[in-house]
């Protein structure tokens, strides 16, 4: 397999530039995992051909207007193409889908873990402005005063950073989710 990328095309209404990626391939078997003998309409994606995608759309500000595989004419066959580009069209919206529910979780738990802080950091300043001084009340204070930093920084870190690895690979599908997918020959 090997990818070509094609220049600059155009740029659209939203400023964004396209991008048209074309990728060599022996057979449409390149496309699809070794391991599973599924029929096209099944199978699972290459490890391979998703990395190769992702080298050719890498640029952020590239959106891929269009991908084309380009397969030797004596190894094409119009009707395992419908079937494959209906496949990777599945296969796109699915794991856009999983991505955009796995960010959203991990941005909830931040949002969870910041709250978690913050309660615990007020009731440190109720303990605080108590004249008690009961070992039960310091033992609480001396307990939720990092507890309570620590949600709040970790909770940060999680809706800002530890995010961040998934984002970009929801944006990656969600680049190929609106490509128009096409075959041609060589």
Known sequence: MDATPKHI??????HEVNRKVSIWLDTYDDIFSD????????????DD??????????????SVSEMKLLVPEKNRKPEEETIIIKRLHSYFRGV???????VKKIRLRGIS???????MLFLAALIVNQSSTQFGMK??????????????????????F????????LEFYNKLLKSKITFGGF
């Open 49 to 62: 051909f998703i990395s190769e995608l992702k080298k050719v759309s890498r640029e952020d500000s590239l």
């Open 96 to 102: 856009h889908s999983f991505m955009l529910k796995s």
């Open 35 to 46: 391991f599973d003998p599924r029929p096209f309409s099944e199978r699972a994606l290459s």
């Open 113 to 119: 873990m910041v709250f978690t802080g913050v309660v």
């Open 9 to 14: 095309d155009s740029i659209d209404d939203n």
């Open 162 to 169: 530890s995010s961040r690895q998934t984002t970009s690979q």
């Open 139 to 160: 033992l609480l204070l001396i307990l939720c005063e990092p507890a309570g930093w620590f949600f709040m920084w970790t909770g940060f870190d999680t809706i800002f």
